[in-house]
């Protein structure tokens, strides 16, 4: 008797994927997933405020949002003219990189030890070296970033340049302030630092 209720369930499961999907399930699933990611311009500038205020932001720039990636929520900028990609994580804390760690001789650790928590990301990286540090003026807000340079596995392109900055703010009903890291990876031939400056300095963090 336990296997015939067993068995039924397992059918009933089944008819109901079958049903769902035949009445239009999979095109409901996939609106509603590109309405998550790709909101209208002024339902992000409403529902991202945790990350900064983008009113000012060219459209020049797509903005635009994913799901969680190794339990960190991003949002993009995508470059329109190029296909640069700007992406900001939100870390959720202080203590894996702060702005404050970039003055430090132990960014280079640090960063390492956070790109080495993603190495199951379909991109890997090797012989990570950080090139250049500096700062950014985000509307009165200074921004730590560094320039680094690295070659990867399993994509086109084998050396590539890139950006990352961060810079702290609290999230809403957040009692303590977390990190956000902007980071923009590109084939090394194509790099300009020009598309991320202009990004920050239009964002007010």
Do not use: W
């Not at 997933?33 to 405020?49: A, C, G, I, M, T």
């Amino acid at each position: 008797m336990g296997c015939l209720k067993s068995l039924f369930k397992k059918i009933l499961f089944i008819a109901l994927i079958v049903a769902f999907f035949a009445f239009g399930g999979f095109a409901f699933v996939k609106k509603q997933v590109n309405n998550y990611q790709n909101p209208s311009r002024n339902d992000f500038v409403k529902l991202e405020k945790d990350y900064g205020d983008f009113s000012s932001v060219s459209s020049d720039y797509q903005l635009s949002r994913s799901f969680n990636l190794f339990g960190y929520k991003k949002i993009n900028a995508k470059y329109i003219p190029t296909g640069q990609k700007i992406t900001i994580f939100d870390l959720k804390d202080t203590e894996k990189l702060s702005p404050e760690d970039f003055s430090t001789n132990e960014i280079n650790d640090k960063i390492n030890d956070l790109l080495n928590k993603s190495k199951d990301s379909f991109i890997t990286f090797e012989d990570f070296k950080i090139l250049q540090k500096g700062t950014y003026i985000s509307k009165g807000q200074k921004v730590p970033y560094v320039k680094f340079s690295a070659k990867v596995k399993n994509v086109p392109f084998k050396n590539v340049t890139g950006i990352i900055g961060a810079y702290k703010t609290k999230n809403e009903k957040a009692k303590d302030y977390s990190t956000k890291l902007i980071f923009t990876i590109v084939d090394t031939k194509a790099f300009n630092p020009v598309i991320v400056s202009d990004f920050i300095r239009m964002v007010k963090f």
